[in-house]
């Protein structure tokens, strides 16, 4: 019911599409959004949120704050939200709409629960609701203590003097009413309705339109032995006189047919990020470059994107490295990236050499690559790289620490960033672009090229002493070049040369 109602609201709204928002705003620009209480209230409504988000393609995080029937001070945050830009603006009015409305509908309930405080009498909610938003807003009624009246036509039946004429008497009406094994309500105008109704057994009494005096004689009639309910011009200002006549139930259309939509509003706020996403969306047009301010991992989120597709984290929270390892991604101080590449011969090393390149291009510092695509700034590695075939395309993870200052104890002698080894802070939006332009440069050149440039970068291509982790043991060796395939030659001590296609290479004695 929620998701019709909702998708029917979005639809109204929403239509063939958002032209502001689609026009305006970048498709990959992320944005966070807070709703925010400008009044006190009593919220309702806020698991509609979910369903409105799914129903526009969902958002990365949804977060509510208060629970319905919570009574929230001017200045609160309801819910938080993080998502596409596109996303949240398209769904602000709606979503707003709802709780606007629902949390008015609470709010007025727990007005008049509250007027009635103490007395034992209970407030029902009415038939006088919104088209359509029968159910939603009889929950918020109950959010804000009231109780729900029926909900309809079809599940408790209530006589008025049209049916008892049209049954030819109280009695007629109330005897054929019952068979319906329904609970049974009948409204009596007159002390004469009164007494017959009480002599034909009725349980529930109502009493339209009386004063709260004339209310109080009728219930000291009564004297117990039906329920009553008193309806009929009850507002916040006479229910307490009403309720303390000894009614069990007011009933108020007011709770719905006159709730005020409370103030709430929605801050959208733009994802800062740790590259200028402008300049590189200007740089690169046509390219989709989505950019997460905080994700799992880029390789995740670039899996099925298109070929050319990055992917952009200013924080990681399970960054992938080779070998099962994981990459130390923390917030703001590296380049997080995967980039959606078609497959190629030796993609592995040209990924090490375009890394390498953009360092120097953008900061001077010169890099060694250890086999495969390890780029080593002082002996110390400042950028990773890790490629996953999926689908039919290669994903490129590029990890760069670029102003990280320090590392976690295991990573110390091991891990190092440009800012250390260029001895300044460094623009990452710089290192981006050029890594961008230095990927797709080094991907299209031919492998006799790769490998000639590799073996030329590297000092670990040729006549360099390591040490190699394989599965069945680590051996070590003079390197001695690459083969076409570019695997890594290592010539032992004892003259055999060990192919190595993957494995974990180090300097020896390091
Ligand atoms: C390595 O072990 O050397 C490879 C490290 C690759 C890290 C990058 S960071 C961006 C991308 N997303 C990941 O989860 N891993 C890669």
């Known amino acids: 019911m929620i998701d019709e109602t909702v998708r029917r609201a979005l639809e109204e709204d929403i239509g063939t599409g958002d032209v502001t928002s689609l026009g305006c705003v970048p498709e990959e620009r992320q944005a966070s959004g807070r709703f925010l209480a400008r009044e006190a209230m009593v919220v309702a409504g806020l698991e509609l949120l979910e369903s409105i988000y799914r129903q526009r393609g969902g958002v990365d995080e949804l977060t509510l704050l208060k629970r319905n029937g919570d009574r929230s001070a001017e200045g609160d945050v309801l819910a938080t939200v993080r998502g596409r830009a596109r996303t949240l603006l398209e769904c602000e009015r709606v979503a707003l709409n709802f709780l606007q409305r629902l949390s008015g509908v609470a709010t007025a309930a727990r007005s008049f629960a509250d007027a009635v405080e103490g007395t034992g009498c209970r407030v029902l909610d009415t038939r006088k609701t919104t088209p359509g938003l029968r159910e939603l807003e009889k929950r918020a009624a109950a959010a804000g203590g009231a109780t729900n009246h029926r909900m309809g036509l079809f599940d408790a039946i209530l006589i008025k003097n049209n049916h008892i004429a049209a049954a030819g008497g109280v009695r007629q009406a109330l005897d054929n009413a019952r068979g319906a094994g329904l609970p049974i309500e009948i409204e009596v105008r007159t002390r004469e309705e009164l007494r017959e109704a009480l002599e034909a057994g009725a349980e529930h009494l109502l009493l339209d339109n009386l004063t709260p005096e004339e209310a109080r004689e009728w219930v000291r009639e009564i004297g117990g032995r039906a329920k009553v309910e008193l309806s009929g011009g009850i507002n916040l200002a006479n229910v307490r006189a009403y309720a303390e006549a000894g009614a069990d139930y007011v009933s108020a259309g007011a709770i719905t047919h006159s709730a005020r939509a409370v103030d709430i509003s929605f801050r959208l706020e733009l994802e800062d990020s740790v590259a200028d996403l402008e300049r590189l969306r200007g740089e690169f047009p046509g390219r989709k470059i989505v950019h997460y301010p905080k994700l799992d991992s ?53 990924l090490g050499l375009a890394t390498a390149d953009a360092i120097a291009q953008s900061t001077g510092v010169v890099c060694d690559l250890r086999w495969p695509n390890d780029v080593m700034a002082g002996g110390k590695k400042v950028a990773g790289i890790l490629v996953q075939l999926v689908d039919g395309a290669a994903i490129a993870g590029i990890g760069i620490n670029v102003n990280q200052r320090s590392f976690p104890a295991e990573l110390v002698g091991e891990a190092t960033s440009l800012r250390t080894a260029s001895g300044r802070e460094v623009s990452p939006t710089d290192v981006l672009m050029a890594l961008l332009r230095a990927v797709d440069a080094f991907a299209a050149e031919p492998s006799e090229n790769i490998l000639r440039l590799f073996t030329h970068a590297s000092s670990f291509a040729a006549g360099r002493r390591v040490t190699v982790a394989l599965p069945d043991g680590t051996i070590t060796g003079t390197t001695a070049g690459l083969t076409a395939e570019g695997f890594l030659v290592v010539r032992k001590d004892d003259g055999t040369d060990t192919l190595v296609i993957a494995g974990g290479v180090r300097a020896a004695g390091s």
Request: net charge negative.
């Open 298 to 350: 880029t390789m995740r989120a670039a899996a099925g994107l298109e070929i050319g597709a990055v992917v952009l984290a200013d924080e990681q929270t399970a960054g992938q490295g080779r070998h099962g390892h994981s990459w130390h991604s923390e917030a703001g101080a590296g380049i997080y990236c995967s980039v959606v590449l078609r497959p190629a011969p030796l993609l592995t090393l040209a």
